[in-house]
Every structure is written in structure tokens, then in C-alpha cells.
């Protein structure tokens, strides 16, 4: 029996409507799953513009409503965490535990953000008669989704605050995994930030749980400064826009650190050009983490790499869901990761188009979509 979702659907010209798609019940390894709240991040409002129909949205967290016959994980009422990057388990890649670059199902890595295996049954959304996909395997953005059982992660917890725990499965995860899985930050190391967005404080309070002795945050924008002042920086250093490669910003993150760069450098402003940014803050023998997901072509002086610099491209975090996302659960339980700082505003699905306003003004720290 099919069910009515009342969904924000991106038309692929820029555009999106609130309306309503029509979701079949779930195949033997799907899972239904009534939308509780639904983090926004720039990626959702790029989908405005992939080409296609969609459901947007691709982090959130919601209850079980209906499940396949082959789910043993999770049944009708559980809370769940959903996550875009399901693992098949038995690619190359599953199997040396990068489940987030699954060679099957990730919808970044095996499907150019499109259709995988990773996806429910793609005639089970329909929009005006017609079968549409669900970004990122996901589609949030919806009263219902239906996705596959590996895009559910079971949360006990009593009076779950679903609003935070929305946001765990794109830029808190991103921004965390940069820091712990990614470059093993350890502890008593200086860090520089560049960007203090929702990513990039994020980090800010990854590397403070990690235990970072110096977290220097840059950004353009003195307001995000202070915010990141609160998820953990123990120096800012206030950007001009007219610094190229942010070369005068790493002078003074030297002049911080006693003439030496920091241990890591974490770039989260997604602008090309800061591609190579990092490289000019860490020390010799540093390790310089590009955590944005810049995807574009770019010149950088191979003199940044001097000397015995390490530069990564993480992507996810190298979120291994089952295992991450019950660490950062009990970490905003004991207080320690700050999901509800994070959270500047709540929104109903009817106000999207100011939410993307309020985020592309720099508003927020992070918006999200509330269902009833």
C-alpha cells in the first residue's frame, strides 16, 4: 500500500517545490522511516541544480515505521540515526574497512551522486507518477523515506532530541572522523582551523576531544570567530579577504606557535583556492587535512610541501556508521560533543527556502527541518 509524503523535491533547475511523493511499502531489506528532523548543509542546496527530480535532504534522523522481511536490525518504533554512505560489506573496499567509499553503494564513489544498489528500490518513490531518487540513497527532506536497511543506525536513548542527532550523519561526522579517523589527531598537538562553518567547528570540538593544547581558528568573519571561541579555539586569527592563499594568516599562526607550524592543519571553507591553504600552516613533517571536498582543479606550489608534509583528502570522516555514530551519541551525552550549540534554528519543511537563505547569508551554524 503506498503512502503519501509531504517531501521537498528539487526539480534540477534551481528550483524546488513542497509537495507530495507517494512511497510503496518496503522491500525485504528496506526500512520505512517517519522523518523526525533533517540537518540542511550547502550539498542539499546544491541538488537544486543536479539535473534531475529528487527528494532532497541526505542527513536526518526519524522512527521505524515499517520494515522488509530480512531486517533484523531494527523494527516499527526504534530510533534511528540514518546514513548516506551505506556500506555493501563485501566490496574491496568494505572489506578493508573504508566502509564510506563502498565500491558498490556510495553514492559519491560508485554513483557520481546518482542511482546505486545503495538506494531503495527506485520505483518505490514516485513523484507525479514517476519514479524519482533520493539524494544521497536518503531523501530527509520528506515526511517518510525509504531507504535500505545499512542506511539505519539504531539509537537507545529516552527522549531522544532528534534534532541533534540529525545532524551527526553528514558534517558532524565529517568533522569529527577529519580529526580522529582521518589524521589520529594526538593529544597535546597544535591545530590550526581554516573556515568556521558547521564543518569546520565541528572540528574545533573534535580537536578539543581529542585533547589539541592549541586550536587556532581562522575565518574572514568575526562572528564565526566567537563562535568558534565555544566549540573550543584557544586563539582566533581574523583573515583578510585580499590574502591570497591565506599566506599572512600562516605568519601569524607561526608567530603563535613560537616560528614553528602547527602539527595539523583542517581546511573547511570549500573554496578552491585555500585548497593548498593548509599546507602553509603546518610545521615540517605536519599533516595538512583538506576536509572540504573541494572537486575542483588547482595550482599549489610543491615549495608548500617542504618538508616531509603529509596532505589528506578524507572523505565522511571514514564514517564507519554502526561503530561512529553510538561513539558521538554517548560524547553529546556526557557533554563533551556540542550538537545543541550547533543548532541555530529550527525550521517546519514549508519555511526550506528561508532556511537556505539564513545559510547562505552565513546566519546559522547549522539549520535544520522539523516534522511533526
Known amino acids: 500500500m503506498s503512502k503519501l509524503s509531504k517531501s521537498a523535491v528539487a526539480k534540477g533547475d534551481g528550483t524546488f517545490s513542497i509537495c507530495e511523493v507517494s512511497i510503496s511499502d518496503p522491500e525485504p531489506d528496506e526500512v ?48 534511528v540515526i540514518l546514513n548516506w554512505a551505506t556500506p555493501c560489506m563485501h566490496c574491496f573496499q568494505c572489506q578493508e574497512g573504508n566502509q564510506h567509499i563502498c565500491e558498490n ?39 517518510y523515506t525509504l531507504v535500505k536497511e545499512s542506511a539505519v543506525v539504531k539509537v537507545e536513548e529516552a527522549n531522544l532530541n532528534f534534532s541533534a542527532a540529525s545532524i551527526i550523519s553528514c558534517g558532524v ?12 589527531l594526538k593529544a597535546g598537538s597544535s591545530v590550526v582551523v581554516l573556515g568556521c562553518g558547521g564543518v569546520g567547528l565541528n572540528v574545533i570540538n573534535a ?12 575565518d574572514i568573519n568575526p562572528a564565526k570567530l566567537e563562535m568558534a571561541k565555544i566549540f573550543g579555539a584557544t586563539e582566533v586569527i581574523l583573515a583578510g579577504k585580499d590574502d591570497v592563499g591565506l599566506i599572512i594568516a600562516s605568519g601569524k ?7 614553528r607550524g602547527a602539527d595539523y592543519a583542517f581546511e573547511c571553507t570549500a573554496i578552491p583556492a585555500l585548497g593548498a591553504a593548509p599546507l602553509a600552516m603546518i610545521r615540517n613533517a605536519g599533516t595538512a587535512v583538506q576536509v572540504s571536498g573541494i572537486e575542483e582543479e588547482i595550482t599549489i ?12 583528502n578524507p572523505l565522511y570522516g571514514k564514517c ?53
Open 32 to 79: 520505512l522511516v517517519r522523518m523526525k528532523a533533517a540537518g540542511l548543509c550547502h550539498t542539499d542546496y546544491d541538488s537544486l541544480s543536479w539535473g534531475k527530480p529528487i527528494v532532497m535532504g541526505h542527513e536526518g534522523a526519524g522512527v521505524v515505521e515499517q520494515v522488509g522481511a530480512t531486517v533484523t536490525s531494527v523494527k516499527p518504533g526504534d530510533q
Open 105 to 143: 553503494n556510495s553514492p559519491v564513489v560508485a554513483g557520481g551522486n546518482g542511482h546505486t544498489p545503495g538506494q531503495a528500490t527506485l520505483g518505490s518513490t514516485k513523484w507525479e507518477g514517476n519514479p524519482i531518487e533520493r539524494a544521497f540513497n536518503l531523501g530527509t527532506l520528506s515526511e
Open 173 to 184: 561526522m565529517t568533522g569529527y572522523g577529519s580529526v580522529v579517523n582521518a589524521a589520529k
Open 207 to 218: 580537536c578539543q576531544i581529542a585533547g589539541a593544547s592549541r586550536i587556532i581558528a581562522v
Open 253 to 259: 599562526v607561526k608567530e603563535i606557535l613560537g616560528g
Open 301 to 312: 606550489d610543491m615549495r608548500l610541501f617542504e618538508w616531509d608534509k603529509i596532505y589528506i
Open 320 to 372: 564507519r556508521p554502526q561503530i561512529d555514530f553510538p561513539v558521538l551519541m554517548q560524547l553529546y551525552k556526557n557533554g563533551q560533543l556540542k550538537l545543541d550549540q550547533m543548532i541555530s534554528k529550527e525550521y517546519p519543511l514549508d519555511d526550506l527556502q528561508q532556511a537556505f537563505d539564513d545559510m547562505l547569508a552565513g546566519v546559522n551554524a547549522k539549520g535544520v527541518i522539523v516534522f511533526p
